[in-house]
Every structure is written in C-alpha cells, then in structure tokens.
C-alpha cells in the first residue's frame, strides 16, 4: 500500500488543511497531500509514503499547480532520499510527471543538487537526504514569501490601473493556496484586494473541462468571504461586452523567455476579449515559472489530457465517494468521439498587460524586460 485516505466531509468553518506537509511518523517519513480531486466536498488527505504515489497524484491532479508542483516534487526527492531509493531515477520520474509547469522541473532539481552537493562531499546518506529536505522546506518558505510579496506588488498596480478603487476581477483556473506555499498567485492579488475593501466581485471562469475554477477557486473564495460569482467559460464574452470586468487576472504555468505565458486552456481568448474591450490583462507568476531556457511560446510543450476528460461529464465529487480523477462521469458524446484537450493555451506578450512576480513586475512585457527581471532574481540564478 503506497497511498491512503484520511480524511472529513469539507467544512468551511474551519481552516483549510495545508496543502502539503512533511511527517516523520515513526515507520518512515511521508508527503501528505490535501487531495484536491475531492474538493470541495470532501477534505481527505492523500498520504505518499513512496515516489511512484506522489507521482500519480500529480498527474491525476491530487496536487496541482505551478508552484505548489515545485514544492513537492523537492518534497518527493527528499522522500525518495530518506527512505533510501534511488535518487536520480525518483528525480527523473517526478520531473517529468507532467510537462508545462516549469516549476516542478525546477523544484526537484533544487533538492537534487542539495542532496548531490553532500554526496559528492562524500558525506553518508542520511546527511544528504536531510539536505534534500532542508532544500524542500526551504523553496516551501519562499513560496510563501513570494505570494506574499506578488499579492502586494499585484494590488499595488491594480490600484495604478484602476483608480476607482472597486475592482471587478475576472479569474481562470485555480490560484490561491491549493496551489502554493502561501495564499497563491492571482488569486492572492483579489484576496488582498478584498482584504483592503477594494474588491468589489470577483468572476470565476469554471474552467473546463475539470472544474478547477468551480471546485477549488469558489471554494477560496467562499472560505475568505469574497464575493464571488461563477460563471461558464464561455460567459466570458458576454460579461465583457456588458462592460462588468475591470481586470483579468490569472497564473502561469510558464513563461517563456519572451514573456509568453502558458496557463491554463482558455486563458489565450480570455486575453484577446481583454484586448479588445481594453481591460488590462495581468499575470500572476513566481519567477521560477519563468523559463528562460524556453526561448518562445511555440516551444512550451503543451500537455495533453485524455479525451475522456471532455467526452465525459464528471460527476461533481461527493463525500464518501466520486473523485474527479475517477472517470465516475456520464458519457455526453457519443461513444468513440475523438476530443481535442490540450492542458493548457498559450498567450502572446503583446496581449499581456503585465507579469507580476515577487521581485518585480514586468510591463510593457517584452524579452528584454524578463531578462532583466530574472536577472535580478535569486532562485533564477540559483538554477
Ligand atoms: O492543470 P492544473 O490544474 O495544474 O493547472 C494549473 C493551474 O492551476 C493554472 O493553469 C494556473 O492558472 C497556474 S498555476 C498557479
């Protein structure tokens, strides 16, 4: 048994879980997963006590999310570490669990290179697995801290942008602390725009064909007390044509070395509708999702999915039961449709107002600005 369930029917009174922790219980050390197919129904934690668990519920969504990505694939480099497998295949195989966010690339190699740095020290083993989790609860921290820092610098420019001072955001997918360290990306900018009486509705994209934005961003949104409205994604248009969204506001999955953004499918229309009813378009990012490595955004390798993810209605999860990973779903096509389901779209940077990072924003976003950007970041230059 490589995985287990704990876990009670979804609560709002009470604090979130955390999306991820370390324990050391006294039979070996394990990642503990908040899982996020049984949101918001249900709370159940997904315990990994070994790589090939943590690596299958990354690829069916159990944690998901740029950042959070990073952080335990560091955390599952630590894992394979303490209990004693092989380091380099564990690295690979979480490395390459999904392809678009960068981050996760990214956190594994952090913990890779702290371990291999003892090793080649000739230090024993223990010591190099406490390395590699000393590197994952390190990215963990400034995770946090750059969510912190993003939502600040995100509602100072929202408040540039948008003097009126009553902001009606328009969000995709899922951002807030399901996918972070701290309280996210976007999503943390609205909450901080809440938290200064500044927001006045924030519109959630349900976000198909998996639901992330009706599951898990409602779900923020409900426990902070936001005022929230779902709307379909293909509702979009309509909202802006009668003039009700002042700002989009979304995450990344990477960006590129010339400020592409890959985010979550439905982002790229949600920037040409910005563009043309001249509403700023902005993302929310960490600099370890930028990629310098990946020069534009025809190189950004774009996962995808089953079609089944699209042929199929999900059933919505229910306590004690359906997960959305599960298939669980009504067939809506009829059998043996082919579907097209890519993870994620690409945007262009002349169709994005600006990146805000924790070091800085970037804005006209060109090539140039994100050199310099990364530049002046410390975790791009560690890597
Ligand atoms: O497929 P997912 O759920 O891992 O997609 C990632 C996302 O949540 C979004 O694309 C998000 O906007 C960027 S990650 C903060």
Known sequence: MTDQYAGTPSDGDRPMLPVLRWEEPPDGPVLVLLDQTRLPAEEVELICTDV???????????????????????????????????????????????????????????ALGAYRAVVEKGADEKAAAEAALAEARQLHRE????????????????????????????????????????????????LAAHKAGRLRRLWVDETRPLLQGARLT????????????????????????????????????RIAADGSVANKVGSYPLAVLAKYHHVPFIVVAPVTTIDPDTPDGASIEVEQRSGREVTQLTAPPQAGGATVRQGVGVQVAPLG???????????????????????????????????????????????
């Open 337 to 383: 449709t082919q579907a097209y389901n890519p993870a994620f779209d690409v945007t262009p940077p002349e169709l994005v107002t600006a990146i805000v990072t924790e070091v800085g924003v970037v804005s006209p976003v060109t090539g140039g600005g994100i050199e310099e950007l990364c530049a002046r970041s410390r975790q791009v230059t560690i890597s």
């Open 143 to 190: 995770d946090a801290e750059g969510s912190a820092a993003m939502a600040a610098k995100g509602l100072a420019l929202l408040d540039e942008l948008l003097p009126g001072g009553s902001h009606r955001i328009l969000t995709h997918c899922n951002t807030g602390a399901l996918v972070s360290g701290g309280e996210g990306t976007a999503f943390a900018v609205a």
């Open 218 to 253: 409602a779900y923020e949104a409900a426990r902070n007390g936001l005022s929230y409205t779902l709307l379909t994604d293909n509702a979009a248009g309509s909202l802006f044509a009668a003039g009700k969204v002042d700002a989009v506001l979304i995450g990344a999955d």
């Open 52 to 110: 090939p668990a943590l690596v299958r519920a990354i690829r069916t969504l159990a944690v998901r999310g740029a950042p959070v990505l990073g952080i335990a694939g560091a955390y599952g480099v630590a894992l394979a570490a303490a209990r004693g497998y092989d380091v380099e295949e564990a690295a690979a195989q979480l490395g390459s669990a999904r392809p678009t966010a960068v981050n996760l690339a990214y956190g594994v190699r952090r």
